[in-house]
């Protein structure tokens, strides 16, 4: 896939802007914000603001934004059907990746030119620069692809619990999942090759379809399957690969019906999205006489509830050193210029209107 032209991301322009001292810095004119002052459709809502950022004080940093992806719940908060709403008028932007350019006296953790991406939600990352909290922000390796760095928080997050909170998977276990050509669920693909375990992947029929299927072999998965060679394939009953005790579902209706039919008894479905936007559907067999669980899961809640929790630094330094070391690759993305951001928002959530990739706002441009 062909690529708009990523600018050069430190340019001698961006480190003239860096004051000559790594702790002050002149307040920011003209910053660009994307806002919307109310909920609705983000093509209709969101416009382009000019502000000023001032010189941090005490812990507080400014960060000038380099890329910042648009994801469906991006676009659902915007709508204000998403449960994590910020308090309007309000920036949209979970995820991102930033430079560090001024830094208050009392941010020690942090100095001009250090990469971040947000510690928390809502930090409104569709930007050119903010003033945040020094806490708001977490440090990130600068060998890592600046524009993987900017996709870090919520996929490769999201797929790497499902896959350790769950079930107890040991080398050779299979999983299962639908939606297996998603951003998570590609990730999802890759880290089971690297931990030892069996995917099978259920995707759509689609006119490519043989196409799509090696690109995710090539990955690593194991199978991939139709919804439709779903319903009669034999590699459980023929043993080829053993029953899976863990199911990843973000399609529900139909499709998660025929994926708890291949669970192992006492297995376990983790429902992560609904793409379907049909109810998630449990036949009584499948609670009396293979007990299966069935699970939600959402990143988010577990970023909250664990925000000093060891086990999430070790997550964000494991996914930095595979990315860093090329065994995982990010999803396939399309960068956006600032200034045509419509394309981006208006497109997000249409049926085929991501053509199968992230879209990115690059606010360097």
């Known amino acids: 896939m062909q690529l708009r032209k990523v600018t050069n991301l430190f340019s001698e322009n961006l480190r003239r802007s860096i004051h ?7 307040s920011f004119e003209n910053v660009k914000s994307l806002l919307y002052k109310e909920y609705g459709e983000p093509g209709d809502v969101v416009q382009v603001c000019t502000t000023c950022v001032e010189t941090p004080t005490d812990d507080h940093v400014v960060v000038k934004w380099l890329y910042a992806p648009v994801n469906p719940a991006d676009i659902n908060t915007i709508q204000g059907k998403y449960p994590s709403k910020p308090p309007l008028p309000a920036v949209p932007g979970n995820e991102g990746v930033g430079e560090i350019v001024a830094v208050g006296p009392n941010a020690k953790d942090f100095c001009v030119g250090d990469r971040v991406v947000p510690n928390v939600v809502n930090r409104g990352t569709w930007r050119t620069h903010a003033l945040y909290k020094s806490n708001e922000m977490l440090k990130v390796c600068k060998e890592m692809d600046v524009i993987t760095a900017s996709m870090l928080n919520v996929n ?3 797929a790497y619990r499902m896959l350790k909170d769950f079930v107890d998977l040991k080398c050779g276990d299979t999983v299962i999942q639908n939606g297996a050509n998603s951003a998570v669920g590609q990730l999802v693909i890759q880290l089971c090759k690297i931990w030892g375990f069996k995917s ?4 759509r029929t689609r006119p490519d379809v043989d196409c799509l299927k090696d690109q995710l072999v090539n990955l690593g998965a194991d199978e991939v399957l139709t919804e439709e060679e779903l319903r009669t394939t034999d590699i459980f009953k ?5 029953r899976p005790q863990l199911a990843l579902n973000c399609v529900c209706g139909k499709n998660a019906v025929e994926v708890q039919r291949h669970l192992g008894n006492n297995g376990i479905m983790v429902t992560y999205g609904a793409m379907s936007r049909e109810p998630l559907s449990v036949p009584a067999s499948s609670l009396i006489f293979k007990n299966l669980a069935f699970k939600g899961f959402w990143m988010t809640a577990w970023s909250n509830q664990n925000a000093d929790n060891p086990e999430r630094c070790k997550m964000y330094d494991e996914l930095q050193k595979l990315f860093i070391d090329k065994k995982l690759q990010p ?3 399309e960068l956006i210029p ?12 249409k049926p085929g209107g991501q053509k199968n990739v992230k879209y990115i706002l690059d606010l360097t441009c």
Do not use: G, H, W
């Open 20 to 26: 000559s001292s790594p702790r002050l810095m002149t």
């Open 156 to 158: 490769p997050c999201t």
């Open 238 to 242: 023929s043993k080829k690969l053993p």
């Open 338 to 349: 600032f200034c045509d951001y419509k394309e981006a928002v208006t497109n997000a959530l």
């Open 331 to 333: 999803p396939p993305y």
């Open 200 to 203: 099978v992947n259920v995707i």
